[in-house]
């Protein structure tokens, strides 16, 4: 079996059993999963996420169908995106809908064509979206950035947007990614976090427990060759995690906003103010804390030193009074 087959082997298997269904949405939350795919990878993905939530799923078609051959496909899809104009599609019709996922492969750095034609063509006044894509090691780029900016101009609300590389996603994986998501609550809680040069990624909610509020990842490199994982963490006002260390060390470029920053080494001094630009260099094994300034939004790039070996060992919260006692001068 090769492997586009094994695909949609798996899609349905997905369909026939429906064994990781997430929690269900309520009464009134209808959900459309709606895709453009080429390869099979984006396919899979959407028949996983039906699998996971059920309603109905929609799969998006150009009107002229692309050429069998994939760099022949993304070729013309690059003359369709540098002529900025909209990608006729085939004739569909859209169920009543109240959330929209929205799939699309990574090609030249954002979505593909057909899905920026289908996103401008359904309303999504008063909708809540929640976009997803694959990529061949590309990671997420434009693609997030393309469809909020289009979303939000109708009157949509989104969810941070999720990246999965093309044939590796499995259905637990995107399982526990359903489940995560908060799909009854407002999603205007989300308005107000800042929307910088790097994706905002998803609630950090493996380590919630260990931040003293909202944070959000995006792990922004996937290429294990590379050994060099980076991600942009976003803080909301006055989150901090707590004191920890990672055996080895770590690495931060703060990007925008302003935090805070302090090692255990230095508890009887001012800790430090951070402001984008600044690169904060942490030893092995030093106990150390960082987040956000009270009142502040705050991002930077966390750089994983040493992978292979490193790991990071949670301690005690950070005390108010500590926090609060950093100040408004930087220290050099």
């Known amino acids: 079996m090769n492997r586009r087959d094994f695909l949609f082997a798996s899609l349905a298997t997905v369909a026939a059993a429906g064994t990781l269904r997430a929690a269900p949405t309520s009464a009134q939350q209808r959900v459309l999963v709606a895709y453009f795919s080429l390869s ?5 993905v959407a028949g996983f996420i039906h699998g996971a939530i059920g309603g109905n799923l929609l799969e998006i078609r150009p009107a002229e169908s692309y050429p069998a051959e994939y760099q022949a496909a993304v070729d013309r899809s690059r003359d369709e995106l540098h002529a900025g104009e909209r990608v006729p599609l085939a004739p569909f019709d859209v169920p009543p809908f109240d959330i929209l996922f929205i799939g699309s492969p990574n090609w030249w ?5 057909p899905v920026e034609t289908f996103l401008r063509t359904v309303s999504l006044k008063g909708k809540l979206v929640v976009p997803f894509f694959t990529h061949g090691g590309g990671g997420m780029q434009r693609c997030e950035s393309t469809v909020r900016a289009i979303g ?9 947007a999720r990246t999965f ?14 489940k995560s998501l908060d799909l009854g609550a407002d999603p205007l ?3 107000d976090v800042p929307r910088g040069t790097f994706p905002l990624g998803q609630p950090n909610v493996a380590n919630a427990k260990w931040f003293s509020g909202r944070s959000w990842v995006a792990p922004l490199t996937g290429m294990a060759a590379l050994n060099c994982p980076i991600a942009n963490v976003t803080f909301e006002p006055g989150c901090r995690n707590n004191w920890h260390r990672h055996s080895g060390g770590q690495l931060l470029i703060c990007v925008s906003g302003e935090g ?3 090692e255990r080494a230095s508890y009887a001094r001012p800790g430090r103010v951070l402001l984008p630009g600044d690169i904060v260099e942490i030893a092995p094994g030093v106990e150390h804390w960082h987040g956000a300034a009270p009142g502040k939004w705050f991002q930077h790039l966390a750089i994983s030193t040493n992978p292979e070996t490193n790991k990071t060992d949670w301690l005690e919260p950070v005390e108010e009074a500590l926090y609060c006692s950093i100040g408004a001068k930087r220290e050099v």
């Not at 750095?109 to 064509?113: E, F, L, R, V, W």
């Not at 939000?152 to 941070?160: M, S, V």
């Not at 590389?165 to 359903?178: F, K, L, M, N």
């Open 109 to 113: 750095g954002t979505i593909a064509p």
């Open 260 to 262: 805070r920053y302090q």
């Open 40 to 44: 099979g990878n984006t396919r899979a």
């Open 189 to 191: 809680a989300f308005a």
């Open 165 to 178: 590389p093309g044939g590796s996603a499995t259905e637990a994986e995107i399982a526990d990614w359903v």
């Open 152 to 160: 939000e101009a109708a009157g949509a609300r989104l969810l941070p």
